[in-house]
């Protein structure tokens, strides 16, 4: 649909299963090693080293636990997960965090799910 308005394909290679396959082959075993050795097996040629080595990782948790996340949040009713597996309650004070943990941020996509008519 992204692509479509330009007559276009879009593709995602690291979504590719064909292109994740290979790469993991190439790696071999025991992989790449580190972020940085895999970042240069990837794109050595195409960029600076200074950004296939930075030490730090993109962040988008301000962004995604915005005011709508939090207010869904508080509103939640608790269905959309199953609870012999998540406490509800629990979940909810995660999401109402400063910084809730982004393992949980599937859960709260079923959550939301769930309650769209």
Avoid: N
């Amino acid at each position: 649909m992204l692509a479509s308005d330009a007559d276009t394909v879009l593709v995602h290679p690291l979504l590719d299963p064909g292109f994740v396959a290979a790469f993991a082959r190439a790696g071999g075993r025991l992989g790449f090693g580190d972020r940085t050795a895999g970042m240069r097996a990837m794109f050595g040629d195409l960029l600076p080293d200074d950004v296939l080595c930075r030490p730090t990782k993109a962040e988008y948790g301000e962004v995604f636990w915005g005011s709508g996340t939090r207010e869904f949040a508080t509103r939640w009713s608790g269905a959309g997960v199953d609870s012999e597996l998540v406490d509800p309650d629990a979940l909810r004070h995660e999401w109402l965090k400063p910084r809730p943990h982004e393992d949980s941020a599937m859960l709260l996509h079923a959550a939301w799910l769930a309650e769209q008519d």
